[in-house]
């Protein structure tokens, strides 16, 4: 009899929780830091699983740890493994996996034992290429569940608390304490949103592994904004997410307001297989919690807000219409300069400048890029550029000379800015120009 187990990025179904998957941190410690890398409003921190270190997204999205982009990691050995089937988000149909139970966790001091994961076997289930540097794994209800946890966007850093109530009293001294639900493993708020003039109370999902700034599901209430436009928002496990964009007229969370932000509206068929909590709406992401550090106290059933310098942010998004990955390396040659030697000879004082060469070769392997979506009716459709095209050039400049990060960020600008790309397709170069333009 096959076995079916329903997984979301971002929204998980849960699970029977064991206790011995708990973090706890070690004795004598009353908190503990991890550093973080900050990379699309997403959160990836360093987790070692077995004793070989791994690099995690941390997804209050998600109730169970969730393992993949395993190829380059052979040396990780797991316990009691069981096939299992995977299902979630996405329009596809179901992958292959794996259980593994007695696995054990570890970082900076917080440490989590006979750990249960989920280990997605489909390559093609890859975060890496779409993020820009190695991920290999989603963990989240068990890293909040038993401590109190700060996410502090500014100083890229993780404040891991020991549970108790000296930690409360102090953050009810700094930040403004709002309630949460945890339901299903994972944390709700009730926000106030105003769609079409309508004010609307907002039953959300706090969504830590969500880039956007909201996720809002469409029903008889809700509508979608007529000025939109649609998009790629992401990839599950079974396949990209497709939906829209638009703006809202106002957001608001605890006491802080947001005029205008983009909001994007997944398509029914992206979200068909999400169990709903009762009165859920959508999703509270990256974009917004980034502007402020964030505390979730799961024990306590609630969570704390302090403001930052990015409150004030404009909201932005790619107004190119593509998205942009990493497929494979290449071999680059680059020329490096040396530097002039001066030598001094023993005939007399004067300076001789010395160089036989003054430059040198070394070859390097550097990331290549690709279009993996155009949107429709885009600027970049609208130029020619067509998915699959391999980037060559960026502005007259080598793409590997950006991170991918940075390219996204070209891709958002507030000023419509010209973009000149040359691309390889089916061997012949090809060069394409648009203008950004703000579709909102």
Request: no cysteine.
């Amino acid at each position: 009899m096959k076995k079916y187990i329903i997984l979301f990025f971002g929204l998980l179904v849960s699970f029977t929780l064991y206790a011995q998957d708990d973090f706890l941190i070690e004795k004598n410690k009353k908190k503990v830091v991890i550093p973080f890398k900050l990379i699309n409003n997403l959160v990836f921190i360093p987790i070692k699983v077995n004793g070989i270190e791994l690099n995690f997204l941390l997804d209050s999205g998600v109730d169970e740890t969730i393992l993949f982009s395993m190829e380059d990691k052979k040396e990780v050995s797991f316990n009691n493994i069981e096939k299992i089937k995977l299902r979630g988000l996405g329009s596809e149909e179901e992958i292959e996996g794996l259980k593994s139970t007695n696995n054990v966790l570890e970082t900076h001091g917080l440490k989590s034992i006979n750990h249960l994961v989920y280990i997605i076997l489909d390559q093609g289930f890859n975060l890496s290429s779409h993020i820009g540097i190695p991920v290999n794994g989603i963990i989240g209800y068990k890293f909040f569940k038993n401590n109190i946890v700060e996410i502090n966007y500014q100083k890229r850093r993780v404040f891991v608390y020991q549970n108790n109530e000296n930690v409360r009293r102090n953050l009810d001294k700094k930040f403004k304490r709002m309630p949460i639900t945890v339901e299903k493993s994972k944390p709700y708020i009730v926000a106030g949103a105003m769609i079409d003039s309508e004010n609307i109370p907002a039953k959300l999902l706090v969504d830590i592994g969500n880039s956007d700034a909201f996720w809002i599901f469409e029903n008889e209430k809700i509508k979608l904004p007529k000025k939109n436009f649609p998009d790629f928002l992401g990839k599950g496990f079974s396949g990209d997410i497709e939906g829209h964009r638009a703006k809202i007229s106002k957001f608001s969370i605890a006491d802080f307001g947001f005029k205008n932000p983009i909001v994007s509206f997944p398509d029914s068929s992206s979200i068909k297989n999400v169990k709903m909590v009762t009165n859920r709406i959508g999703s509270v992401g990256g974009e917004i919690l980034k502007r402020f550090t964030v505390v979730m106290d799961y024990a306590d059933k609630k969570m704390y807000l302090k403001k930052n310098g990015k409150f004030n942010d404009p909201f932005s998004y790619n107004k190119s219409g593509i998205t942009i990955q990493h497929n494979g390396l290449q071999w680059v040659q680059e020329t490096v300069h040396l530097e002039t030697v001066k030598v001094y000879t023993s005939i007399n004082d004067d300076n001789i400048d010395r160089k036989k060469d003054d430059f040198r070769y070394k070859f390097q392997l550097k990331p290549i890029f690709e279009i993996v979506n155009v949107r429709k009716k885009s600027a970049a459709e609208k130029s020619g550029l067509q998915k699959g095209d391999i980037i060559i050039s960026i502005n007259k400049n080598k793409p590997y000379k950006y991170t991918l990060q940075q390219i996204n960020n070209l891709l958002k600008s507030e000023e419509d800015i010209w973009i000149n790309l040359e691309v390889e397709r089916n061997s012949v170069l090809l060069k394409f120009r648009f203008q950004l333009k703000d579709e909102l």
